[in-house]
């Protein structure tokens, strides 16, 4: 029976909602490209953001605002160093600022607000 597929049965999932295409992956919660990768924890809904290379960009959910961003150590553990000044907001799009790209490569836990 190896190699025939299984149809799902029950309630669609948000396992089911991922895509791939080779080049970029998009979940529910998740994104990662050459120029990005964020998730957002499920029950605080903290963004854990890496910024790879320039032109990165981190879509906010409707209405979600910054509260704080702080650089993340080698365990994703926040630390005192805000970084939200190095972060350029426009509208629900969040990208490093052109001068911040010695920021490239290190983690970022963004706290937002919500409507």
Known sequence: MAGIPI?????ATEADL?????KVYKSPRSYASEKVIYSRHA????????????????????GEKIREAKL?????????????SCLRVEGNKVQLKSDATHLLGIGIRMVLIRP
């Open 7 to 11: 149809p799902p049965f029950g309630k």
């Open 72 to 84: 993340a150590d080698d365990w994703f553990q926040s630390t005192d160093k805000d970084v939200r």
């Open 43 to 62: 029950l605080t809904q903290e963004l854990f953001v890496v910024f790879r290379k320039p032109g990165g960009i981190v879509r906010l959910q409707p």
């Open 18 to 22: 991922r895509q791939w295409d080779g």
